[in-house]
């Protein structure tokens, strides 16, 4: 038995399968019966049930999907239990569960073994169609609960943890194709989202209780994989067919925590606006970005020694990274964005009572791009790799800006790069363009840390020397620009006089 790269997702997408009517549409329940263990033998799994057919049902009785891990001596098994498939008279099969739905996960591994059990229940509803080999799975509910009711660690009863989900209005489908590749696609939404977690400690007085809801989620993936063994190379997953794209939104996020740790209770409380999220991945490059809007963050008790009040505009990331080598540059990218950050006034009043400094909200914002030629395929390196992997071609500074407490500085530049050169700078190719700066209020600032003894005037003497070296003044009120340069000769300039 082996494990392919198509079973990184099968329990998933079983799983999915029990939850998944299309109006195109010509399958049995034995087609949909024998997609499934297809599926599990294509992804290096064994699957083992007792079937029982009366008329327009196939009877599916003790699923047990069985998942070898070799290198670790172990096996887990998922025990879907019972289920029926029920064909519908219209070419369609409704997957058929029982009420309270219990979905067990064990492993027998040696260094730490576990079980847990899930049980499922509420309306919910699935229809198979499609063809054989290309099966369209259509679900819903309009409130679908799932509940931790036995976890068991090293063959020890966990107690006083309770942990469950609540769905509303969930829709979705999702399809199944089999062949040379799999291929996978879906799109699903949740009108609400709700995740319990409750936590005593039996003998003390520990306890933790947390709660987390989205709402307005909507999802959409597509993967394919394709039908390689890489249990001894995951670099065999990385071939021209794979991909895996999707990503999630949202209308809205609230988390609460409260805790005792046994020396005093506190609360963590975070929410949020739209967020979102996008992958996208092959064996080319891969891609990841996300954000969230109007977030506020709030924390009392426990360690803190005052209640802590942080607020947001915007938070977003991303970056984008060739994986595969290649003669020709490719392009990378990374951003980061923390827009209108303020924290509350009591926490200001701590080293600023007599609101000296301004209290506009922060903000940073970054912003690379570049080329460069990868020489080895990345996915293939290891945590032993010592080679370098590539060549740093060019790099851009698309934006730098920082505020902060009435000062800023913003930049922009773009630099190309000699690897014939690993010499003048001490093995690191050789640099040539420049960056221009501009930097307002920092004197102003100074001053003002200075008369709140927050900043030695030893210290601001020191820091206004080294800005005059860097920096001249520019058009505007306590307004500083600087052009950092590096010639074809590797000479570092600032503003046209000569450091290095």
Aim: a negative charge.
């Amino acid at each position: 038995m082996h494990i392919s790269a198509s079973g990184v997702f099968s329990t998933t997408a079983l799983a999915t399968v029990l939850f998944a009517q299309s109006a195109v549409a010509d399958v049995s329940a034995r087609d949909v019966w024998q997609h499934w263990q297809d599926y599990m033998a294509a992804s290096g799994y064994s699957i083992e049930a007792t079937e029982a057919e009366d008329g327009n049902t196939l009877s599916i009785s003790d699923m047990k999907v069985l998942m070898a891990f070799p290198e670790d001596e172990a096996e887990a098994v998922v025990d879907f239990g019972d289920m029926a498939l029920v064909e519908n008279g219209d070419g369609t099969v409704s997957v058929v569960l029982p009420e309270n739905k219990a979905v067990s996960v064990s492993s027998d591994a040696t260094e730490e073994s576990f079980a847990i059990t899930l049980t499922l229940n509420g309306d919910l509803s699935t229809v198979v169609s499609g063809k054989p080999e290309a099966l369209t799975y259509t679900y819903g509910a309009s409130e679908a609960t799932i509940d931790v009711t036995e976890l068991v660690v090293d063959d020890e009863a966990v107690e006083g943890i309770d942990i469950g989900m609540v769905l509303a209005g969930v829709t979705g489908m999702s399809e199944l194709i089999l062949g040379e590749d799999t291929t996978n696609r879906g799109t699903s939404e949740i009108e609400s989202f709700t995740l319990n977690v409750m936590a005593r400690e039996p003998e003390g007085d520990e306890a933790l209780d947390a709660v987390v809801t989205l709402s307005g989620l909507k999802a959409q993936a597509e993967s394919t994989l394709p039908d390689v063994d890489f249990d001894d190379d995951a670099a065999a997953l990385f071939t021209d067919t794979f991909s895996v794209t999707g990503g999630y939104t949202y209308d809205g996020m609230t988390a609460e925590l409260t805790y005792n740790d046994g020396r005093a209770p506190g609360k963590f409380a975070l929410s949020s606006g739209k967020g979102d999220l996008t992958l996208d991945m092959n064996s080319k490059h891969v891609s990841y970005e996300g954000s969230a809007t109007d977030t506020n963050f709030s924390g009392a008790g426990g360690e803190l020694p005052i209640p802590v009040d942080v607020t947001f505009g915007e938070f977003s990331y991303g970056f984008d990274v060739p994986l595969s080598a290649s003669e020709e540059a490719q392009d990378f990218g990374l951003k980061l964005a923390l827009k209108d950050f303020s924290v509350s006034e009591l926490l200001w009043s701590m080293f600023d009572p007599t609101q000296a400094l301004p209290r506009d909200p922060a903000t940073l914002i970054v912003d690379i791009a570049g080329k460069g030629t990868i020489l080895t395929d990345l996915f293939t390196l290891d945590e032993n790799t010592t080679e370098v992997p590539g060549e740093l071609n060019n790099i851009s500074l698309n934006e730098l800006r920082l505020t902060l407490a009435g000062a800023s500085v913003e930049g922009a530049g773009d630099f190309v790069f000699d690897n014939s050169d690993l010499e003048t700078f001490d093995g690191l190719p050789r640099p040539e363009g420049a960056v221009d700066l501009t930097i307002n209020g920092v004197n102003g600032l100074m001053d003002t840390l200075v008369s709140m003894g927050l900043l030695p005037e030893d210290q601001a003497l020191a820091a206004r020397f080294m800005m005059g070296t860097f920096t001249k003044p520019g058009a505007g009120e306590d307004t500083l620009t600087s052009k950092i340069e590096v010639n074809e000769k590797g000479h570092v300039m600032a503003n046209g006089q000569r450091l290095r």
